[in-house]
């Protein structure tokens, strides 16, 4: 989750990909399909970008949220059967959403990568 929605940038050569939320809150319905929120980046890695609210209003958490509903409705993980998945989660906000891939059982393990440079990841 990052209103920026550029975790995935390096990864799609430059190329800025439109985050879940945005394509929720502009087309005011669920996609249908993982391609319209989804491109294959660098290496065939899968990129998805949850986005944020509008700056001001609602709940970056509850984006999350929805976002990780809305991958388990259509059975990503099954579809892909991925080794890794990572998450790159805002570390300088205090929000309950933020632990949502722990708490929903999406992930096995954390690691704390930080760094001074932008793209950490």
Same mark, same amino acid.
């Given at each position: ?10 990864? *799609? $050569? ?12 502009? &087309? =005011?319905? %669920?996609?249908? #399909? ?22 001001? *209003? $609602? ?12 991958? &388990? =409705?259509? %059975?990503?993980? #099954? ?37 001074? &440079?932008?793209?950490?990841?």
């Amino acid at each position: 989750c990052d209103p920026k929605a550029d975790s995935t940038i390096n990864l *799609l $050569g430059g190329e800025p990909l439109r985050p879940v939320m945005n394509y929720m809150r502009e &087309e =005011d319905e %669920e996609p249908d #399909e993982l391609a319209q929120i989804s491109k294959e980046g660098y290496g065939g890695i899968l990129c998805i970008e949850t986005g944020g609210p509008t700056p001001g *209003l $609602g709940c970056a958490g509850r984006g999350i949220i929805a976002t990780f509903q809305l991958l &388990e =409705d259509m %059975e990503l993980f #099954e579809h892909y059967k991925p080794d890794v998945v990572l998450y790159d989660v805002l570390g300088d906000v205090v929000c309950g959403g933020f632990a949502a891939p722990i708490r929903g059982g999406y992930a096995d393990k954390v690691l704390i990568v930080t760094s001074g &440079e932008m793209m950490a990841l």
